[in-house]
């Protein structure tokens, strides 16, 4: 009966937190790939803020210049600039990466929540202490509460989805592991076991290929919780807006035609346009005034892939945003 509640506890543990991460931070807040109720939307991304996530606001920042400079000079954990660096190191040095102000203008659209401002708008030791604290006694909560099965379950669980997006920042970056899908400017790759661990986030060279896209997983093999987690959302009518590509590779695509095909995958956006924040934000006059018109016509926010150095454009809007990959090879084992 131990054993069986253990597991229970363990895979509610890393499916609330894992999703916290993915499906939350990542999708929801950086991408902007769907919209959800903000009472979902605080639900769901406290799961990574439990498992020591680190403050929202931090988080996207980061990752939204990951995208811009992806293993070029600039980007904040790529493994070009060696392993342990993509993998741990990186969290002790953003503060020389991305100053507090580069960081605010990557998040115009968070700082305007007033919850996630509170848990930190900036690379301060507070922010992540803050975090730590608040992640501690929440599990001497469910060790008092719930007692010692659910404490250790879920400390496992936080254990493995702790490390799973520091494994995608590292591994699906390296030339000596997975296989690459589209041609991208930098070395992202799919990892199917860092995908499993992952919810889906290993599918890492697709991510980068459609960045705003909210199925990582493209192929029948391409396990991806997350986006059905998101679809059974959509279905319940609470997910809404959901983007997704209009074609699909298949495998009989990639057999048939030699993975060259589709040349480019257009992304399907939400049917009633809006005005968009370009990822690589730089600018704030622009940011400021992208804002209040989105507000003024009640459309969603950040969009776009950055052109790597800094001062791309990203999307225009969400009807014209196009990713112009292609499929560059495949390995299936």
């Known amino acids: 009966m131990i054993a ?5 506890w363990f895979l509610a543990s890393f499916l609330y937190h894992g999703l916290g991460v993915t499906l939350g931070y990542h999708r929801l807040l950086t991408h902007k790939s769907l919209k959800v109720p903000t009472w979902l939307k605080y639900i769901i991304v406290s799961g990574g803020y439990l498992c020591f996530m680190g403050a929202p606001i931090n988080w996207v920042g980061v990752h939204r210049l990951h995208h811009q400079k992806s293993d070029q000079d600039g980007d904040p954990h790529s493994p070009v ?51 730590f604290t608040i992640c501690i006694v929440a599990r001497l909560i469910l060790l008092a509460v719930l007692g010692w099965v659910p404490f250790v379950a879920n ?26 899908l589209w041609k991208t400017r930098d070395e992202s790759r799919n990892v199917w076991w860092v995908a499993l661990i992952s919810c889906g986030e290993g599918w890492h060279n697709t991510h980068h290929a459609v960045p705003r896209c909210a199925r990582h997983g493209m192929l029948w093999w391409e396990f991806d919780i997350t986006y059905i987690t998101i679809c059974i959302l959509e279905k319940l009518g609470l997910a809404t807006d959901v983007v997704r590509p209009q074609k699909m590779p298949t495998v009989q695509d990639i057999h048939r035609h030699g993975a060259v095909v589709p040349e480019t995958l257009e ?10 924040v370009p990822n690589n934000l730089w600018n704030a006059a622009e940011a400021a005034s992208i804002l209040k018109a989105e507000h003024a016509q009640g459309g969603s926010c950040c969009g776009g892939h950055g052109n790597g150095n800094g001062n791309g454009k990203g999307a225009a809007s969400l009807s014209h945003a196009k990713s112009t990959v292609e499929i560059e090879s495949v390995t299936v084992k």
């Open 155 to 180: 400390a496992i669980a936080s254990f493995v989805v702790f490390w799973s997006p520091q494994l995608v920042n590292s591994i699906c970056h390296m030339q000596n592991h997975g296989y690459r």
């Open 81 to 131: 600039h060696g392993f342990k660096h993509a993998l741990y190191g990186w969290m002790f040095t953003m503060g020389e990466r991305q100053s507090n102000e580069e960081l605010q203008k990557q998040v115009p659209d968070l700082l305007q929540d007033k919850l996630f401002c509170l848990l930190g708008t900036d690379h301060s030791p507070s922010q992540a202490g803050l975090c």
């Open 267 to 276: 992304e399907q956006h939400p049917p009633k346009p809006a005005h968009t």
């Open 4 to 8: 069986v509640s253990f597991v229970l």
